[in-house]
């Protein structure tokens, strides 16, 4: 069996930290940080080296991924190089749609989030 892939995955709710837990522990080596300050504070960029993909919450309840620009602190400050993707419950994001097409390799919403999606977005 080869190497399990690295994931990291940031959200402000426990209960979809619980989820992604449940769905990557058997499959993939992980990281969850509850919301971007708690991811912020606990990482720095050789702790991303070997990182696959990275799960970012869209909606925090002092705001957006989009506004909080998590993304470009993620990619530029942090060197990140894997995947980037954004999970929410919205189907639409209205005014930040380019953003987050320019931003993000991928957007999954929970409702879909399961392994065999994940597996995709790293192949």
């Known amino acids: 069996m080869g190497k399990k892939p690295q994931i990291f995955a940031i959200d402000d709710d426990q209960f979809y930290l619980d989820e992604i837990q449940m769905e990557i522990e058997p499959y993939a080596d992980y990281r969850l940080f509850l919301g971007p300050n708690d991811f912020e504070q ?12 990275i799960l970012v919450d869209y909606d ?15 990619r530029k400050d ?8 954004l999970c929410s419950l919205h189907e ?6 380019e ?11 929970k409702r879909d989030l399961c392994w065999e999606r994940l597996e995709r977005l790293l192949g």
């Open 92 to 97: 639409h994001f209205m005014k930040d749609e």
């Open 78 to 85: 942090l060197r990140f190089e894997g995947k980037l993707v």
């Open 99 to 109: 953003r987050i097409r320019q931003e993000y390799d991928a957007v999954l919403h």
């Open 60 to 74: 925090y309840g002092t705001g957006t991924a989009v506004k909080s620009q998590i993304a470009d602190y993620i």
């Open 42 to 53: 606990q990482v720095r960029p050789e702790d991303l080296k070997k990182v696959d993909l």
